[in-house]
């Protein structure tokens, strides 16, 4: 089992107390990986994989949640690490970005705090595009709990644990952006029966990486951090655990965290719910009768079949009356809404207001447009230039 050591300063490439893992592309070292497996042993070693908690993040909750809404971040992390210790379970896997941006000391200390109350979970952590570690970060000379396990380092290296015959591979940010593609051809040096990689990054530039590598590289289980929505690349194997909780309004769907387990057979892994809000965004549809009173009504209704608890971003689609005014924020009411978008139009008859007007500016307005696609640039164009033609002449 291998440590950083305590208040070290690193060298760029690696962490003091740490073995670096070269990159080749035939694995270095260990036993070969078939020898190993004839170990058989039936105690399953169990994991839980977390990502992109944004700690000290202040999410936009709407006006019922954004005041204690940083505090729920900290209280689904705890809830995480109270099943870890109901649970007993072996390794806590954070794949980047348990802090929104540079940690500071207080906040090093609770996490570290509660990490110490884990009787059993050993935590192998790394750091991400947002929580980095730039010159002056506190990462690099924080005392951690024994049970801790940082892989800060820029290059690929691994944490040790022979008593779980696991060995856990992680490389951290040192700049907000690494448009290289680091993970490609990576392998494990074959140091433990299971072998497991963190990684943070998948987009052009947050480390890209080609996913076909990812599935040849010969670990057992890859933890996927940076991308917030849960995705699945490959079974039991290639998981972006997904935020723990959204922390932007496009952070839609349910979020959680993965809990797996590694025997001599293989992986099995399941990703469970545990954000106790999530962000959705419904359409509702505006007809020529409705009003702005009418609309909140059809609102409340829809929010009531997903629940108040969570937060709402509304878009009004359809055709309204042009003569009615929608005012967004008496249409918010007492519900949980952060922003209403108004894409409707006012229902015109175009055809008979050129004909009507085919002389004035209003007609040689409307003919520019004729025959545009509904929905288009140029239909919502001719929606607003006539309401604003019409308004001026009145």
Known sequence: MLQTGKGAE?????????????????????????ERKRERKSRTMRFIHIADVHL???????????????????????????????EQTDLLLIAGDLFHRQPLVRELKEVDYLFSELTHTKVV??????????????????QWNPNVFPLFGEKLQYADFPELRSAVYGMSYHSREIPRPLYDGVRPAGAEQYEIL????????HIPFDRRWLEQSGFDYIAL????????????????????????????????????????????????????????HLEVTVGTEDTTGSIKKQMEKT?????????????????????????????????????????????YDFERLYEENEDTILGRYIGRF?????????????????????????
């Open 10 to 34: 690193w060298p760029a490439d690696m962490i003091t107390g740490m073995r670096p893992l070269v990159f080749l592309c035939d694995t270095p070292g260990g036993r070969p990986k078939q």
């Open 56 to 86: 000290g993040a202040r999410p936009d909750a709407g006006p019922l949640y954004s005041r204690q809404r940083p505090r729920e971040l900290w209280e689904t992390f705890e809830h995480v690490l109270h099943i870890c210790e109901e």
């Open 125 to 142: 952590l790394i750091a991400g595009n947002h929580d980095y570690i730039s010159a002056n970060s506190n990462y690099r000379t924080f």
């Open 198 to 205: 963190l990684a943070h990054g998948g987009d052009e530039k």
């Open 225 to 280: 951090g940076h991308i917030h929505k849960p995705q699945v690349f490959r079974k039991d194997q290639i998981i972006y655990a997904g935020a723990l909780e959204p922390v932007d309004k496009n952070d839609t769907g349910k979020h959680g965290y993965v809990k797996g387990g590694i025997t001599e057979e293989g992986v099995r892994a399941q990703w469970v719910p545990c954000a106790c809000r999530e962000y959705i």
């Open 303 to 347: 929010i009531n079949k997903y629940g108040n608890e969570n937060i709402y971003k509304i878009v009004l689609m359809g055709k309204r009356n042009r003569d009615v005014f929608l005012d967004p924020e008496r249409m918010k009411g007492e519900k949980n809404i952060l922003e209403i978008i108004d894409r409707t139009s006012p229902a």
């Open 370 to 394: 004729r025959g545009c696609r509904e929905g288009s640039v140029e239909y919502q164009a001719l929606c607003e230039g006539v309401e604003a033609l019409l308004g001026s002449s009145q």
